[in-house]
């Protein structure tokens, strides 16, 4: 079965550079997650999207931004890189069930681990 | 707001050990309740879940139970094997329209030992 695709894998930048993180939902989902995972830390949420709206925000700092596109696939844009945003980035995808009042589980992507330097 | 507090590891078994990793919750309202495995290199994958109280989630022998009484879903199996060392996490979701996010504890490492 499809699951959720994230480009790229690894990702090496130097302070103050950009960085750009990729997402492709698994097929008919419509919602996307992104989530932060520091070196031995749970993951935190930070920021969602459905049908390419903004459906939630958490602790997502100024610097980053993201944005879902027509064909459902998201972008997490990263500037002004710092250390602390070392980290492994998860994508997860969902899709609303029934009325819409509730989504299908998480399905997670393998992330993209992002090193500053 | 909500959170999830998990048994702190790491934790270290013999094979066909038995396993308990406690995880207790706060929530407002009605949450939904997980388990997700993340091993070495990889994304987190969903194990099991629960969406109301008294429902019991289970796979490949890993067994939770939504307790309300305790405000708790702790992972229970009965023989470990080498390969279910990873990196256990709790979670619940709140049950806001159309939105599952997703709030995590902090994660128990767990090694099997043949």
């Known amino acids: 079965a499809a699951g959720v695709i994230q480009s790229p894998r690894h990702l090496i930048k130097e302070k103050r550079e950009t960085a750009t993180l990729k997402c492709y939902p698994i097929?008919?989902?419509?919602?996307v997650y992104w989530y932060q995972q520091g070196p031995g830390q749970d993951p935190q949420f930070l920021i969602s999207?459905?049908?390419?709206?903004?459906?939630d925000k958490g602790s997502i700092p100024d610097r980053f931004s993201a944005q879902q596109f027509s064909d459902y696939h998201s972008e997490l844009n990263m500037s002004s890189l710092e250390l602390g945003d070392s980290a492994l980035y998860f994508c997860?995808?969902?899709?609303?069930?029934?009325?819409?009042?509730?989504?299908?589980?998480?399905?997670f992507g393998n992330g993209t681990r992002l090193t500053v330097t | 707001g909500d959170s999830v507090t998990q048994m702190e590891g790491p934790v270290t078994l013999s094979e066909e050990a038995f396993l308990t990793i406690n995880c207790t919750y706060t929530?407002?309202?009605?949450?939904?309740l997980f388990w997700y495995v993340q091993y070495p290199g990889e994304g987190l994958q969903l194990l099991l879940k629960?969406?109301?109280?008294?429902d019991k989630g289970s796979n490949k022998g890993f067994e939770a139970t939504y307790r309300k009484e305790t405000t708790s879903f702790h992972l229970e199996k009965g023989s470990v094997q080498v390969s279910d060392s990873a990196v256990y996490f709790c979670?619940?979701?709140?049950?806001?329209?159309?939105?599952?996010?997703?709030?995590f504890g902090t994660g128990t490492r767990l090694t099997i030992i043949p």
């Open positions: 979670a619940l979701s709140d049950r806001n329209f159309g939105n599952e996010k997703l709030t």
């Open positions: 629960a969406t109301k109280a008294d």
């Open positions: 097929p008919r989902h419509d919602t």
């Open positions: 929530a407002t309202g009605y949450p939904s």
């Open positions: 997860a995808s969902s899709a609303r069930l029934g009325t819409g009042l509730m989504n299908s589980p998480l399905h």
């Open positions: 999207f459905y049908e390419k709206m903004q459906s």
